[in-house]
């Protein structure tokens, strides 16, 4: 098997992954997927989340599957009881991601990004999302009509989160992700991209028929996992990591690309549509410095001195 008794990897894993995927999925596990997509969505409601991150050193990774086990190991430690990663009840793939360039001329200021997953759990599958950033959260809230159409509302994944890096945690991003979309969507002019994101562009008429630039692809593959805490608090970790090429990324056997980074994102209460439990926050907290503390974060931890 793919996986040793206790979750982690062993054996010849390039070609077992392989062989994996080019088999054909049962029906259990083809709703095994179906419950792991919609886990997340969020029906056009706006969750509030807080992620926790960890920059990964790409030169620890030359060993993908390695390097995985022996993480997996510290972070159950440090988490005790709050939450337990294992590779039997995670989910792994490989995707495509580009972005439309910031100079395209459809008057947007936002990140737009496609990801296109080519290998793994969600193969042939596709989602787009429109990230806002700002360190006033609520401003973003203001400012701007993050909405998905009605007709993939249902399928939509709408938070407001707080990102939490090692020296500072006043990073907001307000983000929309669809997910009922074409495989590998073609985006020619700001038209094709108003269609998923009706409500951003409503004053700038004129620019519909301008072109969409795309930026390079990115290769980038992902183990995640979600989960509930014993309190009813959701939660998902994700390992990302970036390489140059899509076997690359597939086969896990050399250095990824820097960026690479490992986190845990955790909802407010009623699945995030609720107030935050502060004992929650405190545990996270902890857990979080006790991890930094061990691994770092790379050229984040610890702190520079303040002037």
């Known amino acids: 098997s793919v996986c040793s008794s206790n979750g982690f990897y062993s054996g010849n894993v390039v070609s077992q992954r392989k062989e994996l995927y080019q088999g054909t999925r049962t029906q259990i596990e083809k709703e095994q997927k179906q419950q792991a997509d919609q886990w997340e969505q969020t029906a056009g409601e706006l969750v509030h989340t ?3 991150q960890l920059k990964l050193l790409s030169r620890e990774w030359s060993n ?11 972070i159950n430690k440090h988490a005790d009881s709050l939450f337990e990663l294992s590779v039997l009840n995670s989910t792994e793939n490989v995707r495509e991601q580009i972005y439309i360039d910031k100079t395209s001329s459809c008057g947007h ?34 400012a701007f009509d993050l909405r998905p159409p009605e007709s993939l509302k249902k399928t939509s994944i709408r938070k407001l989160e707080q990102d939490v890096h090692p020296c500072k945690s006043d990073k907001w991003s307000l983000e929309l992700r669809l997910t ?20 951003l562009w409503i004053s700038f008429g004129d620019k519909l028929e301008s072109a969409v630039k795309m930026r390079k692809p990115e290769w980038w593959w992902q183990l995640s996992q979600h989960g509930k805490m014993a ?17 690359s990324a597939i086969g896990g056997v050399e250095e990824p690309l820097p960026r690479g980074e490992w986190s845990v994102r955790i909802y407010a209460s009623n699945n995030g549509l609720g ?22 974060s790379a050229e984040e931890w610890p702190c520079p001195p303040t002037s």
């Open 231 to 247: 309190d009813g608090t959701k939660w998902k970790s994700a390992f990302t990591l970036k390489y140059p090429s899509k076997d």
């Open 109 to 142: 200021r936002e990140t737009i990004r496609i990801r296109n997953y080519v290998w793994g759990d969600q193969a042939q599958t596709s989602t787009i999302d429109n990230k806002l950033v700002s360190p006033e959260g609520v401003d973003l809230l203001d």
């Open 275 to 296: 107030d935050w439990n502060p004992t929650t926050l405190i545990k996270f907290d902890h857990f979080y410095e006790n991890l930094l503390n061990e691994f770092g």
């Open 64 to 74: 993908r599957f390695d390097q995985l086990n022996y993480m997996i190991l510290r």
């Open 180 to 199: 009922d979309i074409p495989f590998q969507p073609v985006l020619s002019t700001c038209r094709d991209v108003q269609q998923y994101f009706p409500y």
């Open 50 to 52: 807080r992620e926790y």
